[in-house]
Each structure stands twice: as structure tokens, then as C-alpha cells.
């Protein structure tokens, strides 16, 4: 689960299977880099 949190501060729990379901729809995307600016 990622942890999404926007300007007003609300945070968006995204599953893993939800994010893999939203990146297979683009055939040509090989690579996906997740930076945080703030991790725990």
C-alpha cells in the first residue's frame, strides 16, 4: 500500500494491486520510479 498525500494534507491509501491495474493500460511504459519527499 502507498501512502498519497495531497496539498491539504488528506492522505489516499493506493493499493498495490490497484496502482498495477491503473499502469497496465499503458503498453510502452517500461519503468516506474516512486520518489518521496517525506517518507517514514
Keep these: 500500500m ?4 495531497d496539498e491539504d494534507g488528506r492522505t489516499h491509501r493506493l493499493r498495490a494491486t490497484h496502482s498495477g491495474q491503473v499502469l497496465t ?15 517514514g
Design 2 to 5: 502507498i501512502a498519497l498525500v
Design 25 to 39: 493500460d499503458h503498453r510502452s511504459l517500461r519503468l516506474v520510479l516512486l520518489n518521496s519527499c517525506e517518507g
